[in-house]
């Protein structure tokens, strides 16, 4: 995990790639259908985000590829759905400004550290997930509970009298009883 800022968007290539529906791969269109490394042969893909950004902290800049989780939980929307919109506004050429509008902001990358990354000493690294950086940690729990309509008060209103039941036997009944294991 790392907490950065982003610098920039890199527009030479692609903000979205066409994937495996079974394996995230990039896929290959051959005689009408999408073929795979990890051989699926489909008719139908998916499309998926892959952005590059730079960004660093006080320390250091470097190169981050986002990938489709990453990018969808800091964009708010599919790719499909991005590149729908852009097609609506006649926009499609360019970069998205919902992606553009990233420029600035302060994130929470969960980074995956990769052989060539040690080995190689690679300053691109891949972005499972991303955070609004005040958002990533030390979150109040109790208000996403609040939020989904759970309170403590409903709990405390599904208590069960346990004492009534005759067939809960009591803790000393139940403490000492032997398991038979049968073999």
Do not use: H
């Amino acid at each position: 995990m790392c907490v950065v800022k982003i610098i920039n968007v890199e527009e030479s290539g692609s903000w979205w790639y066409i994937s495996c529906i079974g394996c995230a791969e990039e896929v290959s269109k051959e005689e009408g259908r999408y073929k795979c490394i990890c051989g699926s042969n489909s008719p139908v893909a998916e499309k998926r985000y892959k952005i590059v950004v730079l960004a660093g902290d006080e320390t250091e800049a470097l190169n981050f590829v986002l990938l489709d989780r990453a990018a969808r939980r800091i964009v708010g929307q599919t790719a499909t759905k991005l590149i729908s919109d852009n097609l609506q506004t006649a926009s499609a050429s360019g970069y998205p400004a919902k992606i553009k509008e990233m420029i600035g902001k302060e994130y929470t990358f969960d980074i995956e550290v990769k052989e060539e990354n040690v080995v190689a000493k690679s300053k691109i690294f891949y972005v499972n997930d991303a955070f609004q950086a005040s958002n990533s940690f030390g979150a109040d729990k109790s208000s996403d509970v609040m939020r989904e309509g759970l309170s403590t008060s409903s709990f405390a209103e599904s208590k069960i009298d346990l004492t009534k039941t005759e067939d809960t036997p009591t803790s000393e009944k139940s403490v000492y009883k032997k398991i038979k294991i049968e073999g």
